[in-house]
């Protein structure tokens, strides 16, 4: 079956760091990737996304490319700011399954001013 | 822009009761899902809804699970005999078609503490 694996958290930096979050999948048909946010008490907001191989996602200065050679789809940002802590979850759908989502962990994310 | 909504936000109930958990997706989409995530831990899909009818369910999804569209624009989720377990954020999703470059719309969840 589907599976989605991100790197352990959680995972702490100053302001302006730079940020990855990393994460590969395995899928049986030609899934879509995504990147999921969710703030504290708040629910799954979509981050970024990319359907196809060699897509990059982006927005909001996070960016993620889909590499199926290495089936990741790893998360990075430049520089971070304290209003990117959250809760970061890497996700993938795929059509031969209704098309439901499969979720990673989520990555914890603190930026310390 | 169109966005999926759910009622409650939060509901407490004691443990054995029934719960309907309310969505409205997004009007023009034909694919209804249910997720949960226990606090802490990760999103799991709980069950996949197309034409009226169930398309794919978790192993969570068991006989005290059921979903319902009751008329054109809700989607529902009942737990017939709630356990302590089940204490987790519900969200709902809906997406235009199950093709892999169709996005699902997540609602902001509603919270359910079974006591």
């Known amino acids: 079956g589907n599976s989605v694996t991100q790197m352990e958290g959680p995972v702490t930096l100053s302001e302006e760091a730079f940020l990855t979050i990393n994460c590969t999948y395995t899928?049986?048909?030609?899934?879509?990737l995504f990147w999921y946010v969710q703030y504290p008490g708040e629910g799954l907001q979509l981050l970024l996304k990319?359907?196809?191989?060699?897509d990059k996602g982006s927005n909001k200065g996070f960016e993620a490319t889909y590499r199926k050679e290495t089936t990741s789809f790893h998360l990075e940002k430049g520089s971070v700011q304290v209003s990117d802590s959250a809760v970061y979850f890497c996700?993938?759908?795929?059509?031969?399954?209704?098309?439901?989502?499969?979720f990673g962990d989520g990555t914890t994310l603190t930026v310390k001013p | 822009e169109p966005e999926v909504t759910q009622t409650p936000s939060h509901q407490v109930t004691q443990m054995g009761q029934e719960v309907i958990l309310r969505c409205v997706p997004i009007?023009?989409?034909?694919?209804f899902y249910w997720y949960r995530q226990i606090l802490g831990q990760k999103v799991e899909f709980l069950v996949s809804?197309?034409?009226?009818?169930?398309?794919?369910k978790s192993e969570i999804f068991d006989d005290q699970f059921s979903v319902e569209r009751p008329d054109g624009s809700n989607f529902t989720l009942k737990i017939r005999s709630t356990k302590l377990e089940d204490s987790a954020m519900y969200f709902c999703?809906?997406?235009?078609?199950?093709?892999?470059?169709?996005?699902?719309?997540f609602g902001p969840g509603t919270r359910l503490t079974v006591l």
């Open positions: 899928a049986t048909g030609y899934p879509s």
């Open positions: 809804f197309y034409n009226n009818e169930i398309s794919e």
């Open positions: 009007s023009n989409h034909l694919y």
């Open positions: 999703a809906s997406s235009a078609a199950a093709f892999t470059y169709n996005e699902q719309f």
């Open positions: 996700a993938l759908s795929d059509q031969t399954n209704a098309g439901k989502s499969t």
């Open positions: 990319a359907t196809k191989a060699d």
